[in-house]
């Protein structure tokens, strides 16, 4: 690996969908040192997922190189490479499979960077298998003092090395605080793509948001969309509230915003959501928010994270004017950091990445706790899902194995992801009420 310089960073980040691109593009920043020249190169993962260049723009997050690849391509590259810290911005799954393939041709390598992982945001589900399976990142990244307990419990509870787990915060909290009222008063719905998943649910909300503004034509509601119709995020939207809204008389004060979700704040006075991660954003400066109770609080929502925030409510009380005030202790547990100490929350990281870049000798081989002799009925199938075989190498006739992609497979590959998309959000929809009847 050549020698590094002092003043550059070299890092690369892989994501596979709109949302962990930014986290992971904006954490490879939080975590450099503040008079490093950063060199940010950008990976995208093929899949469902992928991003379009309007997801990309709207993130906010730029790289100095961007570029689409399969699992096979990405580890060819990062044979070949000398990166100082590789951020892996991926579904657990997609760690775990990353990790052991990174593993396998990092072998023979005198040196390694040093690879990060974590959350986009909130963890209220699955947290042992989403934690498992990230588990031989030199840092597992908690976005919260109470994550990071939760984090170390789990590791040990299973006698997993728990060193790796750092307390940092979300890396895209910002912007200017909230001071007063704005003319008009601007009302935010924050739309999730799954959550609510029901039918019923979403257009209750989207009914509820209507009413709303009807009740209020003095202010401005605006529903912010995460995504337009054929776009896929983080998680699956079969039913676009675009298309619920389709047809409906919405009256002139509601409009449909799409955008970054900072901009969207610097003229918000309340935001509402079911369980948004803009939710923290907003608190974050200090705008009156709102975690929605009209379905129930229940963990298939995600706003039993909430609990003990102080913000939980209902569409009759905001209608009646009742504003959320935040549980202070309750903001500081969860890393929202609205008391002025998000300037150093990256910091204990940056200087972990520092002594190990440092560490003499270099890197030990990378040690995932799932490995063919603890997980043999579940690992190989979470390699498989990359085309990756038990051993961490791409299997034969893996995908792209370092081509380009032609014309043809281009053209194929557009026809099968509009496919899938029509699958998810309109053929599968049918089949599920069917199956209701």
């Not at 840092?139 to 728990?162: I, T």
């Not at 503004?213 to 509601?221: C, G, S, T, W, Y």
């Not at 609080?297 to 935040?326: K, T, Y």
């Not at 609205?338 to 870049?357: E, I, N, P, Q, S």
Request: charged share 25%.
């Amino acid at each position: 690996m050549p020698v590094r310089t002092t003043k550059t960073r070299r890092t690369a980040v892989l994501a596979d969908s709109d949302t962990r691109w930014k986290w992971g593009a904006l954490t490879a920043r939080r975590i450099a040192p503040e008079d490093a020249d950063l060199r940010l190169d950008g990976y995208l993962l093929r899949g469902r997922a992928t991003p379009t260049a309007r997801q990309l723009q709207e993130t906010g997050a730029p790289a100095d190189s961007l570029r689409e690849v399969t699992a096979a391509e990405f580890l060819r590259a990062m044979e070949r490479e000398p990166y100082d810290v590789l951020v892996l911005a991926l579904v657990g799954g997609g760690v775990q499979a990353m990790l052991h393939g990174l593993r396998a041709v990092w072998k023979d390598r005198p040196g390694r960077p040093v690879v990060v992982t974590g959350y986009v945001g909130v963890v209220y589900e699955k947290l042992a298998d989403g934690l498992l399976l990230r588990h031989g990142a030199d840092l597992v990244l908690a976005n919260s003092r109470q994550d990071a307990e939760r984090f170390r419990a789990v590791y040990e509870g299973v006698g997993a090395d728990a060193s790796a787990v750092t307390e940092v915060a979300l890396p895209f909290l910002g912007g200017a605080p909230h001071t007063g009222e704005h003319e008009p008063y601007t009302v935010v719905f924050a739309a999730q793509p799954s959550v609510p998943g029901d039918r019923r649910d979403r257009a209750y909300l989207l009914d509820r948001l209507v009413r709303h503004a009807r009740a209020h034509p003095e202010r401005e509601v605006l529903l912010k969309l995460r995504s337009r119709p054929g776009e896929h995020t983080t998680h699956l939207e079969e039913l676009p509230y675009q298309r619920l809204a389709r047809g409906r008389d919405l009256p002139p004060n509601l409009r449909l915003v799409y955008g970054h979700m900072g901009e969207v704040l610097d003229r918000t006075d309340l935001l509402v959501t079911v369980s948004s991660t803009a939710a923290l954003e907003a608190l974050h400066r200090r705008v009156p928010t709102a975690v929605l109770t009209d379905l129930g609080v229940r963990e298939s929502l995600g706003n039993h994270h909430f609990i003990g925030s102080g913000c939980l409510a209902s569409w009759d009380q905001l209608d009646a004017g009742h504003r959320p005030q935040p549980d202070e202790e309750w903001l500081a547990r969860q890393g929202v950091a609205a008391d002025g100490t998000y300037a150093t929350a990256f910091d204990h990281a940056r200087d972990r990445v520092a002594r190990l870049l440092d560490r003499p000798g270099g890197l030990p081989p990378l040690a995932p706790w799932y490995t063919p002799e603890t997980a043999p009925g579940y690992l190989p199938g979470v390699l498989a899902r990359h085309h990756l075989g038990p051993d961490g190498l791409p299997l034969p006739g893996a995908p792209a194995a370092g081509t380009a992609p032609g014309p043809v497979r281009r053209i194929v590959r557009r026809a099968a992801r509009g496919a899938y998309r029509h699958g998810v959000q309109r053929v599968a929809p049918v089949i599920r009420r069917m199956g209701e009847l």
